[in-house]
């Protein structure tokens, strides 16, 4: 079965590009187009969509606060964010509104491909543009947050924080999948976050 990809961004010829892209590769299939926030949560509402492609400089409804309201909803599909905006307080906000991913229109076919499958899959992504400044910049946590991460573990994070899977840890790392399950809710556990996205985010923001 196809994954299902909702194009939203307002400018007609990128959105067109995107749907071209998405209609190249045999796993996947557009399930609608628009340039516009609430259309495109009515879309999702209406179900049928496995991924949205969110542009954030939207009309009427902002590209986060419509990727807030798809996130909340009870079965919600995975938001990627596409957009020209690359500044590090706009990966936070997207991320914290929902979105599973975060590339920028500057990627590659093969990168936006490649993030597409990641979130559908259940993983993370910021890109290689974004990830690669994200983990320059990150430190240990701090004392009382995570610190009592071990250096295994520490390794699975930068991983995560990058989008892979837990099968791709594993074969990274040189682990079995049992192991990184493991680790992976370790850390969870340690970071008192809920999931992979969150795990993400914390490690992000602790290179502040």
């Known amino acids: 079965m196809s994954t299902r990809v909702l194009i939203v961004d307002d400018h007609p010829l990128y959105r067109d590009a995107l ?25 999702v509402e209406a179900g049928d969509v496995d991924v949205v492609l969110m542009d954030l400089n ?24 596409v957009t020209m905006v690359d500044d590090d307080d706009t990966v936070v906000a997207a991320m914290r509104a929902g979105a599973r991913g975060y590339v920028l229109k500057g990627a590659s076919s093969e990168e936006v491909a490649a ?5 559908m899959a ?9 990830a690669a400044r994200l983990l320059a910049q990150s430190r240990a946590p701090e004392p009382g947050d995570g610190a009592e991460l071990t250096a295994r573990e520490r390794e699975v994070l930068g991983l995560l924080a990058q989008g892979s899977t837990n099968k791709q840890i594993a074969f990274a790392l040189g682990l079995s999948l049992k192991t990184v399950q493991n680790y992976v809710s370790n850390i969870l556990g340690k970071l008192q976050v809920a999931d992979r996205t969150q795990a993400a985010l914390r490690a992000q923001q602790h290179r502040r």
Not at 24 to 32: F, I, K, R, Y
Not at 64 to 80: F, Q, S
């Open 58 to 81: 939207l009309p009427s409804l902002s590209g986060l606060d419509a990727t807030g309201r798809i996130a909340a909803l009870a079965e919600p599909p995975a938001v990627l964010v």
């Open 122 to 130: 259940g993983g993370a992504v910021f890109g290689a543009g974004v």
């Open 19 to 43: 749907a071209r892209l998405v209609e190249s590769l045999p796993d996947l299939e557009v399930a609608g187009l628009t340039g516009d926030g609430a259309e495109a949560v009515a879309r």
């Open 115 to 119: 993030a597409i499958r990641t979130v």
